[in-house]
């Protein structure tokens, strides 16, 4: 302990002495690990389980209604389900679940004499989506399972919309005009910030939010000008072409369900056993070809994660590189200016592991100074991060554990880089290094 | 000045190993510059694209009836109104660039066998004044002889100038007629350009234009209004109060000026290109100053041998020139393996990280960069070097 203490100072010493250099090489180690831990942060916090642990327990499945001839090499399921599979994928389960879909409504406001008319995004869920996917509320609370069985009028509204709406007072019973249809708010969400928003990636990860919730079957039955959102049909008959949400041959249901442990296979099972059903009853043309996806690998086959995020990454990563081979070769070229008075220590009794040990202490040096500074270059990266114009911009937070990463990934990948130029100065016969002085 | 090269080489064995992090340094460094410069070259392209309209002045706003309205003022009435407005040009009902696409196959011949794909700009009376295209041939559409709307047969046209040399070559297609498969155009004008998407392909210059007169009919859809120079926000505050006025069952979901949209369209790519380039500067700023240290750090190494040499008879030169071809040598092995690995590198990029493909030139220019740089880098020390007194540095010793 005390040679570490030793070796400290001589290697606090020697860099002073050779100023510029250390400065240099502090100066890159911080540029690189700054950005590095900057874009890794980044990385991180938008990859994370938006469910806070409950990711895992939450899945989407997919079955394959499709005809063999629409998309002939075996693939992926659609991503979403006809009405009539969700429908009965949501009886089988026996857990908590929700159905969920969105699309574009006209609600008209009435303030006085002026009529507003304006279309908002509206979606339509089961009564546990706010439960399941735990969704703050302001005032009031969600709608009651018997609501969703007898069609209630009901709506929960965003906050913003209760901003605009009714100056953000507490709105709780009072009414909305929806396609025509006379509707009670029952409640008020709290801002949401779910990112990614995992529920419903079709619109992209960092979409618009949605300001009115709808009970499923109450949505299915208004008046709906623009279409039930978005559909993906692979017949070419009229219902495909008008969009009708009861059509066999269209996609667009998203289901949820919760299971957890035993519960995955079983689940699984039913799906398999469902779709070989279908098929003798003549409805399916394949082979089962079903999925079970938790929310997190649900994230990675959407590709959430914006590619402009990836790509800051990997060039962060290719910085961080060069500042470490730079350190390197600057460490190699700074160790032979030391060759005097290396081969003097090493005369007077210094063993190669003793020569060894302090050229890397000062390496180590140089890595935790570099840390400490890369520190304050990864909040400004943080900074000029989170000042981007892309949706999930304000999303970017830096966890504490990055920044003890980026202080131990400085001190020890400049160790590293520390440890060839240092054996290769240890291991010079004490003879060339006083000759060359 | 070249028999310096076996000395040289033989002196760089003795550093190999900081030469070989050099080398890989350099590598590197042109591996990830040339990727960033390829995404950096492609959004400032991007940027300067021309769509072909009058993009200034030109404001979109989405008028839509829901459900419950009461019928309404037919389209050709509402252009009447927005007409009247103050500081408005011209209004018409259509798409703007960067909104939905439409592509159409179109031909010379009327079978359609070989055909091209276009961009179908589609509208009512007044539309290319609305959006502003350059007539540079023939002449503009006029609204009298635009057929109604669901009106089959012939309707009169105007494409690109790109769209005129792939179909017609040189001639200049004015009077001609072109195939789609339900319909057909002739060709009255050309324009400059006009394209869908700020893409840089060719083929985002390939439109045709048209026009529909609409008269009694009533639908939802987006209005395009060009206002005069510099009043394109006031006119969008307006176009919007007078469309609510005119129905208020309609409402108007979508409502922008050209250049908000374009800047929305354009703003991410903007903002990824300048984080890449500030790291691009990092990089490249960190590479100088290693070259440069090491560079110095090994003139300082070797003065003796250069005051020497001087006294045998060296010059300058042959000392400057001894230090720049070291330089060159590393860095021009590194600047080899590193042009291998960035086009390793830019496949990979491709598959995953969705970046365009790295042509020659930006290799080329990154390598060029890199390597003007690092000899300019080493040019101090090395200049240093060759001043020496001889006397100077033997006495020293």
Known sequence: MKLLGYYAKLGLISLRRSWLLSLQMVFSVALGVGAFTATAGALISLSGDPLSGQGRQLFHPQVDPTPISHREQLSAPPDDLTLRDARALFEAAKGRKVMTSLNWLPLISESGHEVRAKMVVTRAATSDFFGLFQAPFLFGQGWLPSDDQRRSQVVVISRALNETLFGGSNSIGRRVTISERNFTIVGVLDRWDLVPRVYDLNDGAYAEPEQVFMPFETWLAVPQDYGYGPMNCWANDQADRDHNPNSETCTWVQLWVRLTGNEKSDYLRYLVNYSKEQKALGRYERDPNVRLIDTMDWLTYKHAIPSSIKIQYSVAMGLLLISLLSTAALQGVKFRGLFAELGLRRALGASRRDIFYQLLAEGGLIGLLGGLLGLVFSFLGLAILRGSPEGYARHIDLPISSLFLSLSIATICTLIATIVPAARTALTPPYKQLISG | ?397
């Open chain 2, 1 to 397: 000045m070249f028999d310096n090269i076996q000395p040289i080489a033989r002196a760089l064995r003795k550093h190999k190993g900081t030469a070989a992090l050099l080398i890989c340094l350099v590598a590197v460094a042109v591996t990830v510059i040339a990727n960033c410069v390829v995404v950096i070259g492609g959004v400032v392209q991007q940027a300067h694209i021309s769509t072909g309209i009058n993009e200034g002045n030109v404001v979109v706003v989405q008028d839509i009836s829901i459900v419950g309205s009461r019928s309404g003022m037919p389209v050709s009435d509402k252009l009447v109104e927005l007409e009247h407005l103050p500081y408005v040009i011209g209004a018409a009902f259509g798409a703007t660039p960067l909104m939905s696409d439409r592509i159409l196959n179109v031909s010379t011949e009327s079978d359609l066998e070989r055909f091209t794909t276009v961009h179908l700009f589609d509208g009512s009376q007044g539309y290319p004044e609305a959006l502003g295209v350059h007539v540079i041939g023939g002449r503009n559409l006029d609204d009298l002889s635009a057929p109604d709307v669901g009106a089959t047969g012939e309707a009169p046209a105007l494409i690109t100038e790109a769209l005129r040399l792939r179909l017609f070559g040189s001639a200049t297609g004015i009077g001609r007629l072109i195939y789609a498969r339900d319909s057909s155009f002739r060709v009255v004008g050309v324009v400059k350009e006009l394209r869908g998407r700020l893409s840089l392909g060719p083929s985002a210059d390939l439109s045709l234009l048209t026009v529909r007169r609409y008269d009694r009919q009533d639908m939802g859809g987006l209005y395009v209004i060009r206002s005069t120079d510099g009043k394109a926000t006031e006119v969008l505050t307006e176009v919007s109060r007078r469309l609510h006025e005119l129905n208020p069952y309609h409402a108007q979901p979508f409502a922008s000026t050209f250049k908000d949209m374009r800047q929305v369209a354009m703003g991410r790519r903007v903002a990824l290109a300048r984080a890449l380039a500030s790291l691009v500067v990092m990089l490249t700023a960190i590479t100088c100053f290693t070259i440069g240290s090491i560079t110095s750090l090994w003139v300082r190494q070797r003065r003796t041998q250069a005051g020497i040499r001087r006294a045998l008879g060296a010059t300058k030169s042959h000392i400057l020139s001894y230090f720049l071809i070291e330089n060159s040598l590393v860095v021009g092995a590194g600047l080899a393996l590193g042009l291998i690995t960035a086009f390793a590198l830019n496949a990979l990029a491709m598959q995953y990280l969705e970046i365009p493909r790295l042509s020659p030139s930006y290799c080329a220019a990154s390598v060029a960069l890199i390597f003007v740089l690092s000899q300019l880098s080493a040019l101090g020390p090395a200049w240093r070097a060759s001043v020496q007194a001889p006397a100077q540095v033997i006495r020293n010793q």
